[in-house]
């Protein structure tokens, strides 16, 4: 007479299984249970990798995490109950599963940056890509519940227990391993193809050390195979992975890359291109986002400086700006004693310190000795910061993503306000007032929010557009918009044009309805998310 697990599992009653003593099932209960952790682990870096990619490539970080992990999850779901018709050949369907989970997960972010890079499908491939992902995740558990059931019948409440603590306990492990190791030592797309290896060697290895017996030689040998090709592939794309990555990055830029590298905080990427009458232009991509272009940084960065110059200057504050490009402007005044500059990214200050094609631009800023560089978050620094300056300038990234929203707010400009000298000038880049004009004029309603009397502004960048700042001091008068009487020459900045830029036409005028952006209420992202850009 047949048991109630042989019924229910046929892979215990084939004719083609192999003969053998039945495993011991202490040995074996923890071989599941490992199999369970590691598929655990390589399921939450799978989920991490999509929200870190989307992250990078479109900003906006948590509206891609909601994006990625509700669909994951709610794809679990679909999984568990698509997994119920294969629970009579559980051991040969979890490892199928396994092996298309590896095979799709390891390069999900291979695929995704292709598909960023040249068809433009980027969404549409991050939901199918995540539902996926989500069906055959959700899809392990049930199969590894059937699998654990027959080595030691055991109550539901138990059984689920011990199966959910080494679940759980993987996660715990994937989820720090991916910012704190794979990431640094690896990178996102070599990272995940590491994973899928891990992930298909743990389905294979389940069978091999406590079914192998039960399925026989034929399924054992395809499975192998199978393994091994999956592992092949993702070897392949491994060796692969530094020209593809190379290759589609080109692939996101006009002009020759020539140089590149993906730190903790960002992307940075330089490019270099030369016009047939021989001008060089070189450009600088921060999250593909760009930065300035050398043939006209000069009208954005005599705009930023020059108007918060006036009055006294002896201390002045740079927040950003690690190229160097506005400190080179702030050194043309020789009665500027001291300068802080205060960038989150060391690769920006090295590139901006030490790369020939910056330090040509911004005359060697670095090399003055009135310079004080500080790597360190803003934010942070200026909460800790106890000194007072004369000028401060705000030279930061777009607000698209939280990260960076918190520079924007009305508690990131109540600090800037702190630092002030009682007469000091801040001017804050604020984006296009004509392409972006709701974050614009959100930027100046955080301001005056934090008590700043403020002048708003704007200038043609011809690689930007019409671009805009706000000059604030911590006073009830705002700032007149003029140039100090002893200005350094500049090229294409003078007072007329300077006055004619806080001239809006009326649709682009002060926005009333716009409310301030705040840490708990981050509105700056909402304007921003929905505006053109004109690089």
Not at 7 to 28: F, H, N, V, W
């Amino acid at each position: 007479m047949s048991t109630e697990t042989d019924q229910l599992d046929p892979e215990r009653t084939s004719t083609t299984a192999g003969t053998g003593p039945t495993p011991r099932p202490g040995p074996a209960r923890f071989a599941v249970l490992l199999a369970v952790f590691v598929c655990s682990a390589c399921g939450l870096v799978y989920e991490l990798a999509l929200v870190a990619l989307g992250s990078y490539l479109i900003g906006n970080s948590v509206g891609q995490a909601s994006v990625v992990l509700s669909l994951m999850v709610f794809a679990m779901g679909v999984g568990a109950l698509l997994a119920k018709p294969l629970q009579r050949w559980a051991a040969t369907a979890f490892v199928t599963v396994e092996l298309v989970l590896a095979l799709l997960g390891g390069l999900s972010v291979l695929g995704l940056y292709a598909a960023f890079a040249w068809l433009s499908l980027y969404t549409p491939m991050l939901v199918a890509t995540s539902l996926t992902l989500g069906v055959l995740i959700g899809a392990e558990i049930p199969l590894l519940m059937v699998l654990l059931q027959r080595i030691r019948r055991q109550e539901a409440g138990s059984a689920v227990a011990d199966m959910f603590a080494a679940d759980y306990v993987g996660a715990l492990v994937g989820g720090l391993a991916f910012p704190f190791l794979l990431l640094p030592l690896l990178g996102q797309i070599k990272g995940a193809l590491v994973v899928g290896m891990l992930n298909a060697a743990a389905g294979l290895g389940l069978v091999l050390t406590v079914y192998r017996r039960e399925l026989g030689r034929r399924p054992v040998a395809l499975l192998t195979v199978c393994s091994l090709l999956v592992g092949l592939a993702l070897g392949g794309a491994f060796a692969w992975s530094d020209r593809f990555e190379t290759t589609a990055r080109q692939a996101l830029y006009d002009d020759p890359v020539v140089f590149a590298e993906r730190t903790e905080y960002q992307e940075v990427v330089l490019t270099r291109s030369r016009s047939l009458s021989g001008n060089t232009d070189t450009r600088l991509y921060l999250n593909g986002d760009l930065q300035f272009s050398s043939v006209d940084e000069h009208r954005y960065h005599e705009a930023l400086v020059h108007p918060a110059m006036v009055g006294d200057h002896t201390n002045v504050l740079i927040l950003g700006g690690g190229d160097g490009l506005a400190l080179r402007e702030v050194l043309r005044y020789p009665d500027v004693d001291e300068v802080t500059l205060v960038e989150l990214d060391p690769t920006v200050l090295r590139l901006g310190s030490e790369d020939p094609r910056l330090t040509t631009l911004n005359h060697h800023a670095f090399d003055d000795p009135r310079v004080h560089t500080v790597s360190a978050d803003a934010f942070s620094w200026l909460r800790d910061n106890r000194r007072r300056f004369d000028v401060v300038l705000v030279d930061m990234p777009d607000p698209d993503s939280t990260e960076t929203a918190k520079l924007y707010s009305t508690e990131f400009y109540s600090l800037v306000r702190r630092t002030l000298d009682e007469r000091g000038r801040v001017n804050v880049q604020a984006g296009s007032p004509y392409f972006a004009t709701e974050a614009y004029w959100c930027i100046e309603a955080s301001m005056r929010d934090a008590g700043l009397a403020t002048v708003p502004y704007s200038r043609s960048i011809p690689s930007f557009g019409p671009w805009g700042f706000h000059l604030g001091t911590a006073g009830e008068t705002a700032p007149s918009l003029r140039l100090p009487r002893r200005s350094p020459p500049l090229r294409t900045l003078d007072g007329p044009s300077l006055r004619a830029a806080g001239v809006f036409p009326p649709d682009r005028d002060r926005l009333a309805a716009v409310e301030p952006s705040t840490l708990m209420h981050p509105r700056i992202i909402e304007y921003e998310r929905g505006a053109w850009r004109n690089y």
